[in-house]
């Protein structure tokens, strides 16, 4: 008998623990943050590897690109800043993925307008600006996944505090608004305090009984003013 009770509870708790569309988010943009952060990682130590000058304009080919010195140290930085970003919360990792999409996407019109000057201080020749390109792309584009869209689902991670405002605001109408309400709320209180230390009045009793019938504070003041307005029709 005791193992036909436990059963349910088991397939109920399994049923809450499966991920939700808000999960799925998140691990979309954390797995794409790692996946880049690693790439540019490696781009960054093997040009430390190959010993490349730090502000030389002719780079060196690395894994297919053109790379010096202070561009594998912007990588390396890049690479811990995602990696970070997505060890912390859904919304950071979002927004860094959208902020480092840009800087991306920047780059790569900057350094394609210095292309074989004395300004390329990055040796960027065009396949890096192509890979400036997609991998700015790709950032903004999971960065904004599940986040810059309508509708999103209620256990999204970027939805939790929309709603968790709109509670709020829910809370914040329940307040009493008026002289009338703030003596009802006084008064309540007074009668759930005397019935709890049992030196209440039966009238006392019989409203706060009568108010745990409902949830919101609103409605328990508005049942506690309904007696008040019957004893006035009474008199």
Do not use: C, K
């Given at each position: 008998?005791?193992?036909?009770?436990?059963?349910?509870?088991r397939t109920n708790r399994t049923t809450e623990e499966r991920p939700g569309p808000g999960a799925r988010v998140y691990a979309v943009q954390r797995t794409g943050a790692v996946l880049v952060?690693?790439?540019?990682l490696v781009f960054g130590l093997l040009g430390f590897a190959g010993?490349?000058?730090y502000f030389s304009t002719e780079g060196e080919r690395i894994l297919g690109l053109s790379s010096n010195g202070l561009l594998s140290t912007i990588s390396v930085v890049m690479a811990v800043v995602l990696l970070v970003a997505a060890a912390r919360s859904p919304r950071v990792t979002s927004t860094i993925m959208i902020v480092?999409?840009?800087l991306f996407l920047l780059?790569?019109?900057v350094n394609l307008a210095v292309l074989r000057?004395?300004?390329n201080i990055l040796a960027f020749e065009f396949e890096n600006v192509v890979f400036s390109v997609v991998v700015g792309l790709l950032l903004l584009t999971l960065g904004a996944y599940g986040r810059i869209s309508g509708h999103l689902p209620d256990d999204s991670p970027y939805a939790r505090h929309d709603t968790m405002d709109n509670?709020?605001?829910?809370l914040s109408s329940d307040l009493p608004?008026?002289?009338v309400e703030i003596a009802a709320e006084r008064a309540m209180r007074d009668a759930e305090v005397a019935v709890v230390q049992h030196v209440a009045t039966n009238e006392q009793r019989r409203r706060v009984a009568a108010m745990a019938q409902v949830h919101s504070r609103a409605d328990r003041r508005r049942v506690w003013m309904s007696f008040d307005a019957a004893g006035r029709e009474l008199r």
């Amino acid at each position: 008998m005791a193992l036909r009770l436990h059963l349910p509870h088991r397939t109920n708790r399994t049923t809450e623990e499966r991920p939700g569309p808000g999960a799925r988010v998140y691990a979309v943009q954390r797995t794409g943050a790692v996946l880049v952060a690693l790439t540019l990682l490696v781009f960054g130590l093997l040009g430390f590897a190959g010993g490349l000058d730090y502000f030389s304009t002719e780079g060196e080919r690395i894994l297919g690109l053109s790379s010096n010195g202070l561009l594998s140290t912007i990588s390396v930085v890049m690479a811990v800043v995602l990696l970070v970003a997505a060890a912390r919360s859904p919304r950071v990792t979002s927004t860094i993925m959208i902020v480092a999409g840009s800087l991306f996407l920047l780059s790569a019109l900057v350094n394609l307008a210095v292309l074989r000057t004395s300004f390329n201080i990055l040796a960027f020749e065009f396949e890096n600006v192509v890979f400036s390109v997609v991998v700015g792309l790709l950032l903004l584009t999971l960065g904004a996944y599940g986040r810059i869209s309508g509708h999103l689902p209620d256990d999204s991670p970027y939805a939790r505090h929309d709603t968790m405002d709109n509670a709020d605001l829910d809370l914040s109408s329940d307040l009493p608004s008026t002289p009338v309400e703030i003596a009802a709320e006084r008064a309540m209180r007074d009668a759930e305090v005397a019935v709890v230390q049992h030196v209440a009045t039966n009238e006392q009793r019989r409203r706060v009984a009568a108010m745990a019938q409902v949830h919101s504070r609103a409605d328990r003041r508005r049942v506690w003013m309904s007696f008040d307005a019957a004893g006035r029709e009474l008199r």
